[in-house]
């Protein structure tokens, strides 16, 4: 059923679903194994809309091949200023297939076309830019060594940096285009080869992506994608000899079992994992004014966002006032498809997922938890569920302990700092916080005490491809993003010569 409120789709976009999309191996499109007859859905409607292919064990070793082919050949002779203009023309050609990745990935993922426009592609083609500088930039140092023996001796010593080799990327549904532009961006500035598995529920844009590479004169074999599912298809990716740095966003289970199959073959890996945020809000802001920063911080893409506030603590003096204002606001969040452009809640990607978080809203309500607005997956077709917030939730139950990845927030009253900052580290996660006051030395204690790899004051959400993005304890291993991802796509080689 096409609504008039949904924006037309561009031609190029119908086109594209139309395929039967094959495996991208080698610089084209190549059969799998298996016929391409996995569906692939639309979240606002369930109706199937595309269909991939189911990569084998075969096939994810003959794109490991290819990587492998491109990495000791013509990508590996390439100048770094040469793989800087490749990422320059990619970021370029992003830009001019911006609205029609943009409408694929609403389709396909359910999120807003507004964030579509601006984040999955718009921040993507920022990223893609940032990194291409980094190709001619990548340094070592030289010392002036001193070795003891033999007497009088000097020795000069220098570090190269020099491309980890074969790449393997695991990219989540989330955000299928930015996540996998993360990983290939730093990993061709840094001159590896890729093979990209995006989740088997958003394949479409990094398949576009796929033949957008090409066009931008990236050599054949530089970039490869795979899809399928994450037990078969992710699993043989991993645990391939051929893949010399494994990168990985997703949940900390598969997070921590990816981590034991690389350092069986001893590959390098990269973790960004879950995360349980904390957002720390004192009594002496104007509410009004920080609801929307507030709101956006808890349910941007419908909070599934690994780094999404999921947990208040809200100074005992404000709470009801929060809380009130957080009520309000979420009661007027319209639910609609991604398409629509007035809509401003979404549904989240798939069926099995809006479950999944129903089920821990329900089971929380069992245990006492008050709902204090939504709570329910409303009855109309899509994966929707409704914005909602849960106060008195004990310290231990799931709800204050479990990343529920969707639109639910708990709200916990806290006496003062300390307190609130007890709570917000009473976790086993780490990955992000935000603290909202006006007092800059409350603001800047927060920072110190916190831990997690990322504390925004007054805040919630902004990242940067110039600043490190990654997680304490178990959110992840590793950072994305600035001068660490270059260090975690290269390795450091010394080097040691006499001096006569
Ligand atoms: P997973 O961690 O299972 O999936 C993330 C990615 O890993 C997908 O591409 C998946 O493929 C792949 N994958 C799954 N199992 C394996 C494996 N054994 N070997 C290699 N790759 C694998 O997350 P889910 O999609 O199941 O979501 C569950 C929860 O994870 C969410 O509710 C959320 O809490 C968290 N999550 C966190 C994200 C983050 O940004 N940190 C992103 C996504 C989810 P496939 O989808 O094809 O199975």
Not at 148 to 166: D, I, K, S
């Amino acid at each position: 059923m096409t609504s008039p409120h949904l924006i037309a789709l561009l031609p190029e976009v119908s086109a594209f679903l139309q395929r039967r999309h094959g495996l991208w191996i080698d610089g084209g499109w190549q059969p799998a194994s298996a016929p391409a007859d996995t569906p692939v859905r639309n979240p606002a409607t369930g109706d199937i809309i595309s269909f991939v292919s189911d990569a084998s064990a075969d096939d994810v070793d003959r794109a490991v091949c290819a990587a492998r082919a491109a990495f000791d050949g013509p990508w590996r002779a390439m100048r770094p200023a040469d793989r800087e203009k490749c990422l320059v023309r990619l970021s370029e050609l992003l830009e001019t297939h911006g609205e029609a990745l943009a409408q694929l990935e609403t389709l396909n993922q359910g999120k807003s076309i507004h964030i579509a426009r601006a984040i999955e592609v718009g921040a993507s083609v920022e990223y893609v830019r940032y990194m291409a500088g980094w190709a001619t930039k990548i340094e070592g140092s030289t010392l002036d060594l001193s070795i003891p023996v033999p007497a009088g001796a000097r020795n000069l010593g220098m570090t190269l940096r020099e491309p980890v080799g074969v790449v393997g990327a695991i990219v989540p549904w989330n955000f299928p285009l930015m996540i996998a532009l993360w990983k290939l961006a730093p990993a061709l500035a840094c001159g590896c080869t890729i093979v990209l598995k995006p989740s088997e529920d958003t394949p479409l844009t990094v398949l576009r992506l796929a033949e957008l590479t090409a066009e931008a004169g990236i050599p054949p074999g530089v970039v490869n994608v795979v899809t399928g599912h994450g037990h078969s298809t992710g699993a043989a990716l991993t645990c391939h000899p051929g893949i010399d740095k494994l990168t990985f966003t997703g949940s900390t289970p598969v997070g921590k079992q990816i981590g034991h199959q690389a350092i069986d073959n001893m590959t390098r890996f990269t973790l960004e994992l879950g995360g349980k945020n904390p957002m720390i809000i004192m009594d002496d802001l104007d509410v009004p004014a920080i609801l929307p920063g507030l709101m956006a911080g808890c349910f941007f893409n419908q909070g599934q966002v690994c780094a999404a506030a999921s947990r208040l603590y809200i100074q005992q003096s404000a709470f009801d006032r929060v809380v009130g204002e957080l009520q309000n606001a979420m009661q007027a969040l319209t639910l609609g498809s991604g398409l629509d452009p007035s809509a401003t809640l979404q549904p989240l990607v798939t069926a099995r997922h809006r479950n999944r978080v129903a089920e821990l809203v329900s089971r929380a309500r069992e245990q006492g938890v008050e709902v204090v607005t939504g709570g329910q997956a409303p009855t109309r077709p899509g994966y929707y569920f409704e914005p909602t917030l849960l106060v008195n939730a004990a310290d231990d139950n799931a709800a204050m302990r479990e990343e529920i990845f969707g639109p639910v927030i708990t709200a916990t009253p806290v006496r003062d700092l300390d307190h609130a900052i007890a709570c917000a580290n009473d976790t086993r996660y780490g990955l992000a916080a935000s603290v909202w006051t006006r007092d800059l030395n409350a603001a800047l204690s927060a920072v110190r005490r916190i831990k997690a790899g990322t504390v925004w004051v007054n805040s919630h959400i902004p990242v940067d491809p110039s600043l490190p993005f990654g997680g304490f304890k178990h959110s992840g291993y590793g950072r994305e993003h600035g001068s660490a991802a270059i260090d975690a796509y290269t390795e450091s080689k010394s080097v040691c010569i006499p001096v006569f």
